[in-house]
DNA sequence: TTCAATGCATCAACTCTCTTGATCCATGCA
DNA sequence: TGCATGGATCAAGAGAGTTGATGCATTGAA
């Protein structure tokens, strides 16, 4: 089975064979009946075998053709069930890789509804703080976090991410009210080389505020901060829509309402050359539902 | 399984599936390790499903890829077992067009030889006395008389035809001695029409020997005239070697050793394009060694 | 008998798929 | 650190495969 075997001049005969046309058959390929006659010769060659008789107005196999044709059909229904049958089953499951932050925090809330309206499809959520490739990680579609331009992937916009600090009320009390942002200060930054931490300052109007650079990395994930916070380690930067669940069960406040942006947003994410598989499809028209802000343009001038 | 699926790309997946790599499958096929890429791209595009993890040194297969791998091998082996085997089974017949005459007086004779060579050989002859056209019968190969010179096919020289007047002796007994071509006139010919007559009369100094053009037509075939020359009904015009046998059993005599040609001899043919099967090559090795003058060209001086 | 319809073969021209070779990049191993 | 391995990417090119026009033989209907 080289590549020197015509492969679809066998596709070719196979149809033939059915409809013992040449035409026929070209028309169930799409193809023209020179294009069929072409094939066929070209197989009857390679093989050194004449397979059909040419009758006037009507072809019929040789014996070599017919002992031929039914294990060439046998063979392709095998194919032909082996692909469908694994699109079918790998349609069954989406993968869908996000950070923790949002999979706890939004798809934990809404994936029940996208369950609901796609009950045959198992949802396989993964969380990962990297940036993953497609190429290298079996995932269907990604949740990301960035400007919505990575190459070779189809991206829909899904909200702005914007930060303000945060911590837990036990905390705010040991410093009694929080009425300045530099009040914050007192209190523990958590990661205070969080770039986060310089905008909103600098957007509350003190560019200045001391920020302890040289200290340890970020946590990583904001889900690991807010922990923090709310454990009262110190005050976080957080996403406050992320955690409203937690200001109502007085585990955290947000003392100031200004919220900054640092021009990256959460973004839907996938290959393009994938965009029109069904479970894509779903999901994504799941998300536009879901979501008000789905696909529009977080640059243009509207906020 | 329309036009539009990359049959040879499911090829290329299933060499790739068992190497593991795409260079080694490349190696395999005869391929580049690019042509491999972007055949598996291909076929992942057009199945919308990633078939292969690309790590660093090493690909690894998606679930997907696992799940298709081993019935896409079944598929394929499938087909290369229909076709070997058809061929097999195809090389296990030898089907050979004769004219009747040919194959009762030379081929009879002989096949036991051949068939000894050729043990696993089942050999079919049919004999026809129109000229067959193998693109609509069955037939490996065939005897024919002519010139040689049938487009598409390829012919071998077998052996000069050529003919002489034959007759049984009760009937030569009953005008005595036949000493003179002429004499010949006194009996009954057994196909006037036949052209071989007027060349043979011609030949032997008697270009204006009254024959009875106007009478039925050749009987058709050389040995149903034989049987009738056999019989007593006259005189029939032959090819003197294959009646040597009823010669030594008296059924017939040849009164003159003049024989004639007309142009046309017996050659050994079949498609151009089969020339290289087995079977063929088999055949046409056992006729050169059986007859001293194949291949050789009837059309130049040596006679 | 003649005429129209059907179906395959043939031919030349072209298209577009597929292949090649060069180059690049990342990783693993010495 | 430097080399070998293995895959991706790119531009260029070849050639397999298609197409459409045409021809031929047969069948069936008028």
Redesign the pocket.
Known sequence: MS?QF?L??LRVFEAVARH?????AGEEL??????V??????LEDTLGEVL?L?Q????QLTDAGQRLAPKVSDGFDLLRAAVSEMQGSADATLTIHATSTFASHWLARHLGIFQLDNPTLAVRLETSQEVIDF?RTEADLAIRVGKGDWP?LRSHFLMRNHFTPMLSPKLAATIGTIKEPLDLLKLKIIDPSDPWWKIWFTASGHPDAPLEYQSRSRLGAQAVEAAAAMAGHGVAILRPEFYQDDVAMGRLVQPFSLTCEDGSHYWLVYPQSRRHTAKIRAFRDFLKKALPDFDANPFDGTQ
């Open positions: 590549k015509p679809n001049a013992l046309s040449f035409t026929k799409g193809l023209t009946q020179t294009a006659s072409y094939q066929v010769k070209l059909f040419r006037p107005r009507r072809i190429s070779g």
